[in-house]
């Protein structure tokens, strides 16, 4: 399989947003903002620390590896209770050059074994033809897998992707960013703002706002996560990832949104990955392809 890669500079050139369908040749590279954030204000539960500690726990209160407030080729059904897993929404807007693209993707996610499922749609002509069929997305530790992928793919096979060797470590390649990795960002946190408290569909939910550093985030990940946030750290143009969380009573993270960075040769872009997170405890069920069913031919690029 051949995926297209490019590097210019210190950063990544490659596309964004859902780069291996050829989404955003057009637009190619991503860019954002990444400068500084506020001073750490105190929330009406304790200091600046506080705040932080809310923030950096978020990957592991939805892993159960700890609390918020107080095998095989299959993965069984996630219990019911508390997180764990969660049902998944996303949306990741490019802008550059004047062209703005939206990708959305919704399905499920089990947090424990960092795996999932999505379904992920292409806004029209936004593949160069005027409907394009959803993308099925399994995303694993270490490898994204997917299916509808066109651009010379047979329909009835998959793509195997190592996120590990992607210069963005896949954290917005597929057009969707992993929801454990978008947690586990928020490991790297320098600073966290507490802005107030608001209502989430329905739920009241606290809102933080910080900077966090992908370098750190990787050193601090769980072993699952570590190589593809390493291989990202080294590909952006930027260390930090402006975020905006939004965690539940429970410390359970419900909403994030990151702001990216990259470095490319042509216009200047912005992309903006939101994970929205809902319905905890559902059972998730990933099946992995056969070998036979990977696709190993050459990827056209477009």
Request: hydrophobic share 40%; net charge neutral; with cysteine.
């Amino acid at each position: 399989m051949v995926v297209q890669q490019h590097r210019s500079g210190g950063g990544a050139r490659a596309v964004c947003a859902l780069a291996v369908v050829g989404v955003m040749a057009a637009t190619a590279g991503c860019a954002g903002g990444g400068g500084g954030g506020d001073r750490a204000m105190a929330d009406e539960r304790g200091g600046a620390d506080t705040s932080l500690d809310a923030v950096h726990r978020a990957a592991a209160v939805l892993a159960g590896t700890t609390s918020g407030t107080g095998a095989g080729r299959m993965t069984g059904a996630t219990p019911g209770a508390g997180a764990g897993s969660a049902e998944v929404r996303t949306s990741m807007e490019t802008a550059a050059g004047g062209t703005r693209v939206t990708i959305r993707g919704r399905g499920t996610y089990d947090f424990r074994r960092q795996m999932g499922r999505l379904k992920v749609v292409l806004p029209k002509d936004a593949a160069g033809e005027d409907e394009h069929r959803p993308i099925t997305e399994l995303l694993t530790p270490g490898a994204l897998y997917m299916m509808n992928r066109g651009a010379g793919v047979p329909a009835d096979k998959w793509v195997r992707i190592d996120t590990t060797t992607l210069e963005d470590g896949n954290l917005v390649t597929g057009g969707v960013t992993d929801p454990m990795a978008a947690a586990e960002l928020l490991r790297g946190a320098q600073q966290a703002t507490y802005v107030g408290t608001t209502d989430l569909a329905g739920v009241a939910v606290r809102h933080y706002r910080g900077i966090s550093d992908i370098g750190r985030a990787a050193s601090e990940a769980s072993p699952q996560s570590r190589g593809a946030l390493a291989a990202a750290a080294k590909g952006f143009h930027t260390d930090t990832v402006p975020f905006d969380a939004y965690l539940d009573d429970q410390g359970r993270l419900r909403k994030v949104r990151h702001r990216f960075s990259f470095a490319n040769e042509g216009p200047a872009a912005e992309v903006v990955s939101t994970t929205l997170l809902y319905g905890f405890g559902v059972p998730v069920t990933v099946r992995l392809p056969d070998e036979r069913d990977i696709y190993t031919g050459r990827i056209q690029q477009r």
